[in-house]
């Protein structure tokens, strides 16, 4: 079985701009969960989504976005880029409500 | 908000020595589970605790699930160099709208020396 697979695997940005990342999810899960990890610390959650729709969010401002396909693909978006956002963003999957979660390698994104 | 007190920061040992890490929190959490990261890389998961009391082991790892559902421990036997990496505990809650998100520590890097 295929694992959780994101990209681009890095990405620079300018202050401003906009940026989507990709995730798909590994085969038989139907729950994606995104996060976000600053430097140094612990993964932070953004957000879930579970049958194409957003069911629990973290402290992130709205211009935080995502999407969930039929085939429980998913993007973040980021609008209004700050310098603060650098990190590496990693997506989850998981059955709901069973095991762990499994993660992508995420993508590391800089902005400058 | 929900919070995970993560010790050690950091560990540097021997090759053949055993490491023990831990997680405490001020919440209650229905899942305790222990990833290990890769520099570059996602968090991979080691082991996943169930019930308060459960005891896993994984190998050379063995885990555990705080009585209180406010604590677990990782220890790992025997280190090799490979084991050298960041290892965060997570608990797992239920959040609104019915869905689960997942809590980290800050982490606990791990240093072996041949």
């Known amino acids: 079985e295929t694992g959780v697979t994101q990209s681009p695997t890095h990405l620079i940005k300018t202050r401003g701009q906009q940026v989507t990342l990709r995730c798909s999810s590994q085969s038989g899960h139907n729950t994606v969960s995104w996060y976000q990890q600053a430097l140094g610390q612990g993964p932070q959650f953004i957000f879930q989504?579970?049958?194409?729709?957003?069911?629990g969010r973290g402290n992130f401002p709205p211009r935080f976005s995502g999407l969930q396909f039929p085939n429980y693909s998913s993007e973040l978006n980021v609008n209004a880029l700050e310098l603060d956002d650098s990190a590496l963003y990693l997506c989850a999957s998981s059955r709901s409500g069973l095991d762990g979660y499994t993660f992508g390698s995420g993508t590391r994104l800089t902005v400058v | 908000g929900q919070q995970l007190n993560q010790s050690p920061q950091s560990m540097f040992i021997q090759e053949g020595e055993d490491v023990s890490m831990n997680c405490t929190s001020s919440?209650?959490?229905?899942?305790w589970l222990w990833y290990k990261q890769d520099p570059g890389e996602g968090p991979v998961l080691l082991i996943a605790l169930y019930k308060a009391g459960e005891l896993t082991s994984n190998g050379r790892l063995t885990a555990q699930f705080g009585i209180t559902r406010k604590d677990s421990f990782l220890n790992i036997s025997a280190s090799i160099p490979s084991d050298v990496g960041i290892y965060f505990c997570?608990?797992?809650?239920?959040?609104?709208?019915?869905?689960?998100?997942?809590?980290f520590g800050k982490g606990t890097k791990l240093t072996v020396n041949p």
């Open positions: 989504y579970y049958r194409e729709e957003e069911n």
């Open positions: 997570a608990g797992r809650t239920l959040y609104q709208g019915g869905s689960e998100k997942l809590v």
């Open positions: 919440s209650i959490f229905n899942t």
